[in-house]
């Protein structure tokens, strides 16, 4: 079992940044890749982004790609979601996860999950 925390959320003006951090409960955590997904009111869950367990890889939905850069520190255990030029489309609750397979992409391959915290970009 693991259990992930997120942190830091809040409300930001368009164009502002803000740093999600993930701590996972457990040392095993270096052998998870990770991601982050987001949901807005409404809508369904999407990818936002992944890092394998090593961190040497990433992947990232095209309308963050650019802006937002994700990251991990095994020794930490956590992972980062650097946000920048932020916009109102952003606004979701922000959940990582993670698993061990190579389907980075689909939310149905992660395993364990955060509770979230909420991303709120004014215009």
């Known amino acids: 079992q693991v259990q992930l925390v997120e942190s830091g959320g809040g409300l930001v003006q368009a164009g502002g940044s803000l740093r999600l951090s993930c701590t996972a409960s457990r040392r095993t955590f270096s052998n998870y890749n990770m991601g982050w997904f987001r949901q807005a009111p409404g809508k369904e869950r999407e990818f936002v982004a992944a890092?394998?367990?090593?961190?040497?890889?990433?992947y990232y939905a095209p309308s963050v790609k650019g802006r937002f850069t994700i990251s991990r520190d095994n020794a930490k255990n956590t992972v980062y979601l650097q946000m920048n030029s932020l916009k109102p489309e952003d606004t979701a609750n922000y959940y990582c996860?993670?698993?061990?397979?190579?389907?980075?992409?689909?939310?149905?391959?992660?395993?364990?999950w955060g509770q979230g915290t909420q991303v709120t970009v004014s215009s």
């Open positions: 996860a993670a698993t061990r397979t190579n389907n980075y992409y689909t939310a149905e391959s992660y395993t364990y």
């Open positions: 890092i394998i367990w090593s961190g040497v890889n990433t």
